[in-house]
Nanobody, 127 residues
């Protein structure tokens, strides 16, 4: 079963950086995409960044220029790791960040509409 596992959340002051990691296996990345969703209090679930098997990336306007998504397949082609480098963090970035494979979400990240989702990791940015 595809089960993404996230790590790297935490607390940081405004202007700081964090890097999130997500590892998942058991799927063909050529046919899928991996992405990071976030649930900020009082706001709809947002697809912050996504990357396809071909390496094509997409970012939400709210994080464009501050966040960078990348992938590392390593030597095991069945295991895939994606990273979300978050720089110049702002208090509005505070929320729960979810890694998803072929994820689709509605207004709320949980429960999701479809895809394989991790448990989420908390990111807190203080002013």
């Amino acid at each position: 079963e595809v089960q993404p596992v996230e790590s790297g959340g935490g607390s940081v002051q405004s202007g700081g950086s964090l890097r999130l990691s997500c590892t998942a296996s058991g799927f063909n990345f050529d046919d899928s995409d991996m992405g990071w969703y976030r649930q900020v209090v009082g706001k709809r679930c947002e697809l912050a960044a996504t990357i396809t098997g071909d390496g094509v990336t997409h970012y939400a306007d709210s994080v464009q220029g501050r966040f960078t998504i990348s992938r590392d397949d390593g030597k095991n082609t069945d295991t895939h790791t994606v990273y979300l480098q978050m720089d110049n963090l702002e208090p509005d970035d505070t929320g729960v960040y979810y890694c998803a494979v072929d994820g689709v979400a509605g207004a709320w990240c949980q429960p999701p509409v479809s895809g394989y989702w991790g448990q989420g990791t908390q990111v807190t940015v203080s002013s």
